[in-house]
């Protein structure tokens, strides 16, 4: 298995560029969710789904957009690219929210730069 | 609003020694504590975690100790090698219902272990 996957790794783009992440999961887990981690800050969630077809609000959801079309993939989309939104972001998947199911596997991250 | 704070910020100690990481949360319906533990470059993973029914939870050489009273619950690495040298982050969530699973993360410590 290769457990929860990103695309890219690296990314830079120019302020008000658009850009698309890409998560994939192949552990068939029903929630996913989409952090960023900034120094100091810890993780930050931006947005969830809890199963395909469905997308919610996280803590700081401003600015992104998600989409859930097949329970294995989890899309984050920054419309506008602002510098404010420079950071690295994870992509986590977890079996269902109880106690002992509640890990959440997480990806190997995307550093964003916009500049 | 930062629910979950943590200190220290970074923490160097000798091989041998045994660090301390210590949070504090402050929503009450909070009832699973887990700790996550980040390399450089790579996603957090989890380390090991408790619920609120239990003082202390020991997995080898961690020990997570929880005062329910204080709202406070700590790290302790026994032991400590240079190969503990990462980022640990605190976190708390509301298992089940609809919270589903969301993680609240501590603002993360970076471990530095010397030889």
């Known amino acids: 298995n290769a457990g929860v996957t990103q695309t890219p790794k690296f990314r830079v783009l120019k302020t008000g560029q658009s850009m698309t992440l890409l998560c994939a999961q192949d552990m068939n887990h029903e929630y996913m969710y989409w952090y960023r981690q900034d120094p100091g800050m810890g993780l930050r969630l931006i947005h969830y789904s809890v199963g395909e077809g469905t997308t919610a609000k996280g803590e700081v959801p401003d600015g992104y957009n998600v989409s859930r079309l097949k329970k294995q993939n989890f899309l984050l989309g920054l419309e506008s690219a602002a510098p404010s939104q420079t950071s690295v972001y994870f992509c986590a998947s977890s079996l269902r929210a109880a106690y002992a199911d509640n890990e959440q596997f997480f990806g190997p991250g995307t550093r964003l730069t916009v500049l | 609003q930062q629910q979950v704070k943590q200190s220290p910020q970074s923490l160097i100690v000798q091989k041998g020694g045994i660090p301390i990481i210590n949070c504090a949360y402050e929503?009450?319906?909070?009832?699973?504590f887990p700790w996550y533990q980040q390399f450089p470059g790579k996603g957090p993973a989890l380390l090991i975690a408790?619920?609120?029914?239990?003082s202390e939870k020991k997995e080898g050489r961690f020990t997570i100790s929880f005062n329910k009273s204080a709202k406070q619950f700590s790290l302790h690495i026994m032991d400590s090698q240079p190969g503990d040298s990462a980022t640990y982050f605190c976190?708390?969530?509301?298992?089940?219902?609809?919270?589903?699973?969301?993680?609240?993360f501590g603002q993360g410590t970076i471990l530095t272990v010397h030889p």
């Open positions: 408790i619920r609120p029914d239990v």
């Open positions: 929503n009450t319906a909070f009832d699973y």
């Open positions: 976190a708390a969530s509301i298992a089940g219902g609809t919270s589903y699973g969301k993680l609240t």
